[in-house]
């Protein structure tokens, strides 16, 4: 037959000697147990053992247990409190666990094992690793970029619009050429390169250039080939279509 008490009494001499300071016993009306037997209380911190302890912990927790007539074949009576800094919420998820750890460790003493638990625990979430991850997550929620309302940007919506603007250019260009370059047979006809290379893009514009801007005018203006692309003569047939057919509609206007 199992000795219950001895087994009580070993356990609390055990705790005593490794927790120290940390062990004491309190009164049952304190331990919000609803028991008349001895209760202790165990003061744990997320601390290291290593850490220095003169340095004020910002969080301290009470596990309190009392033992049962038949501990350790039944779980011991558990509470825990918030002595600094301990949420509430907190304070009921851990209880649930240590009930839970309890059940099942029946059969031996496991008052250590459920305070190295709760150290782990409160270790994790409120350590300073877990003040890290708090801070990382406050610089990461400030680095994030704020994306303004509007049509996001796809592949397809950016070269939907690449195609407007190349034709937009090419328009731009077809529009400097004399109408002799544009009406001339297709065989004939200078790509907008050519007619670029060839120097008579400057005629046109010659007449409305100011004496002040001469120097700026000399300057030689580089064409890259990326500017005139292979599709650049279909480009020019669509404006001259869109031309005659503005011609049209103003010939039967003035009809």
């Known amino acids: 037959m199992t000795d219950h008490v001895q087994e009580q009494e070993m356990e609390i001499e055990a705790l005593e000697a490794i927790l120290m300071d940390e062990f004491k016993e309190i009164h049952s009306g304190e331990s919000g147990l609803n028991t008349s037997n001895r209760c202790f209380q165990i003061t744990l911190s997320p601390q290291d053992d290593d850490a220095d302890q003169s340095t004020t912990t910002p969080v301290l927790l009470g596990l309190i247990f009392s033992h049962t007539e038949k501990y350790p074949d039944e779980p011991p009576l558990l509470n825990v409190k918030s002595i600094r800094g301990v949420h509430t919420s907190d304070l009921k998820i851990l209880k649930e666990k240590l009930e839970q750890e309890a059940s099942e460790n029946l059969g031996m003493a496991m008052i250590y094992t459920l305070v190295t638990s709760a150290k782990e625990w409160l270790s994790e979430k409120y350590g300073q690793d877990a003040d890290a991850d708090d801070v990382e997550e406050e610089e990461s929620t400030k680095d994030e970029v704020i994306v303004p309302h509007g049509e996001p940007v796809t592949v397809d919506t950016f070269l939907a619009w690449r195609e407007r603007f190349e034709a937009e250019l090419a ?18 006809r200078l790509t907008g390169r050519q007619w670029f290379e060839s120097g008579r893009a400057t005629v046109k514009g010659a007449a409305n250039v100011n ?23 279909d480009m020019l047939e669509h404006y001259l279509a869109e031309k005659s057919d503005s011609s049209t509609h103003s010939s039967k206007r003035a009809a």
């Open 171 to 188: 328009l731009e260009r077809a529009k400097l050429m004399p109408e002799s370059a544009l009406t001339a047979p297709k065989e004939k």
């Open 211 to 233: 004496e002040e801007s001469e120097e700026e005018d000399e300057e030689d203006i580089d064409f890259d080939d990326d500017d005139f692309e292979d599709d650049e003569e």
